[in-house]
């Protein structure tokens, strides 16, 4: 059984309550020390036992003071409590029967020391301390009854006694086990709320909308890191003014409280920060506080286009399903038409260009199709090493690359990764296709080398080339859908391996190369990436 720890013990015996507990031990063992010792026994009456009466004062007095004392050690609190009371009770019965004139005041003082340990201590502990109290009244009794031949109380008067000490046990538990539970509660409670407090000042602190706080006076009282960083230097020092920090986003404030129309145009209020969208909130209705959330306009558009996408996805893949049996009919028409002998050579050049342009046409059609029926992932352990190796051993085989060179640099040991097979297959097919076109000096075949590494808890597939390299206005919008600088592309290559990369939890990014040419750069998740966290 496990032995309870120090913060059950605290809520079973509150320390505070088992100090005042100890105080009023002592009040009573001074108070039984004038009765014997001080003018206030004269006016008490005739002691039966004057010697028992002083020694019992004298040793409840130092007993009182001692448990008082070793009431601060924690460790015994339960046994200090059960014994101090046993102690009341023996110190209580033989002063009655050396003071038979006080005998019901200090049966009446006992009752506050056997409810207060039965608050304290578990019922049967309790119980037991108002069935010992009951039965030493008792033998008291029977013993000035029997002994000395004296009655000093009614039967009437101790029956009342036993049935108050056991009342008031049973009472006092039941008032100190709900107080307990009552605190166990409000601690519980309040370490919810400590942990909500925590969690959303964590997550406002780490939303990438700005968040900040207004008083009627335009001062800025609080401001999460997203507000701090899109205010610059204004939001990090502590509350300050808006009007100073934000003027145009003071004067669109203070139109709002007005009831004017707000100017729903991006703003910039930082140098070298992104626009923002700001929207107002009153924090409460009564308040004075105002809520300005700034939204990052490069996000809200970002969002946009994604719902954009996907519309267009769905529209394109309904309408590429009618475009492609059409094509597939003037394509093969154009073809019977060159085998014809009564086509001239013009003419003949002219219908090259229709077939160029249906396999372009074509492309776009399938390149469509791919990315409206995407699959989800399903990810497989792989080892990348032998994945490259196979890979370009394929592509060699089934596409002609002529005098282009297509080479894997592999790592003797194994790279493990957590990857769909057959999306990264896709990946590396479009990362490799536009390094062979685009990937070339001019005149000069395409060398064009996939290298595997591992660095930490990912791995890695690079796709470099040894060409002109991308120029810098060009890099920001790599990966935008239907973005390219060639007359024959379809814009959708890069954006579909990216997409294809983030449906397995990995990246795909543009690395310059300082020599000359490009890398696009997969990183992977290793097969323990979340088992390591």
């Not at 033998?139 to 000035?144: A, C, N």
Request: hydrophobic share 45%; with cysteine; charged share 20%.
């Amino acid at each position: 059984m496990t032995p309870p720890s120090l913060i059950d013990r605290l809520e079973s015996i509150p320390r505070r309550e088992l100090y005042f507990f100890s105080l009023y031990r002592v009040l009573e063992a001074a108070i039984m020390a004038a009765l014997v010792f001080s003018p206030l026994s004269e006016m008490v009456g005739q002691a039966r036992n004057a010697v028992l009466g002083g020694g019992v004062a004298v040793v409840y007095m130092v007993a009182a003071v001692v448990l008082l004392l070793l009431g601060r050690n924690e460790r015994w609190l339960v046994p200090l409590v059960f014994a101090g009371t046993c102690i009341d009770i023996l110190a209580a019965t033989l002063m009655t029967h050396a003071l038979p004139p006080v005998a019901a005041g200090i049966a009446m003082m006992l009752l506050f020391n056997v409810a207060a340990a039965a608050m304290l201590l578990p019922l049967r502990y309790g119980m037991g301390v108002a069935v010992l109290a009951s039965l030493a009244l008792v033998l008291e009794f029977l013993w000035s009854a029997f002994a000395d031949g004296e009655r000093p109380r009614s039967l009437a008067e101790l029956s009342m006694f036993v049935t108050s000490y056991l009342a008031l046990a049973w009472l006092g538990y039941q008032i100190g086990h709900r107080a307990r539970s009552s605190q166990r509660l409000a601690e519980q409670r309040t370490a919810e709320v400590a942990n909500l407090v925590e969690i959303n000042e964590l997550i406002i602190r780490r939303m990438r909308t700005g968040v900040l706080v207004v008083d009627a006076d335009n001062h800025i009282t609080l401001a999460n890191e997203a507000a701090s960083l899109l205010l610059g230097d204004g939001g990090q020092n502590g509350p300050t003014s808006l009007n100073h920090a934000a003027p145009e986003l003071s004067r669109r404030l203070q139109r709002w409280r007005g009831g004017w129309q707000v100017d729903d145009t991006p703003l910039q209020l930082f140098p070298d920060q992104p626009e923002v969208q700001p929207r107002f909130a009153r924090l409460l209705a009564d308040s004075d506080l105002t809520l300005v959330f700034l939204d990052d306009s490069t996000v809200v558009s970002r969002r946009a286009e994604s719902l954009t996408l996907a519309a267009l996805g769905r529209f394109s893949a309904s309408l590429a399903h009618e475009i492609r049996n059409p094509l597939a009919a003037i394509n093969y028409a154009v073809q019977l038409l060159e085998e014809s002998r009564n086509v001239d050579d013009a003419d003949r050049r002219l219908l090259q260009i229709i077939h160029q342009q249906c396999l372009r046409t074509n492309g776009i059609v399938e390149s469509v199709l791919g990315l409206a029926r995407r699959e989800r992932a399903n990810p497989e352990n792989l080892d990348l090493g032998a994945f490259v190796r196979r890979f370009v051993e394929d592509y060699r085989q089934t596409l002609s690359i002529e005098t282009d060179s297509l080479e894997a640099i592999v790592p003797s040991q194994p790279v493990q990764s957590l990857v769909d097979p057959k999306h990264l297959q896709q990946i590396l097919t479009a990362l490799v296709h536009n390094a062979l076109k685009y990937g070339r000096m001019m005149d000069e075949p395409a060398r064009v080398r996939l290298r595997v590494f591992q660095d930490g808890r990912n791995a890695y597939v690079d796709v470099l080339d040894r060409g002109p390299g991308i120029p810098e206005g060009v890099v920001a919008q790599l990966f935008r859908p239907f973005f390219t600088t060639s007359e024959h592309g379809t814009g959708l290559g890069l954006y579909i391996a990216r997409e294809l990369t983030r449906a397995n939890q990995a990246t795909l990014e543009y690395v310059p190369v300082p020599g000359g040419g490009a890398c696009f750069r997969v990183a992977l998740p290793g097969p323990n990436t979340i088992l390591s966290l």
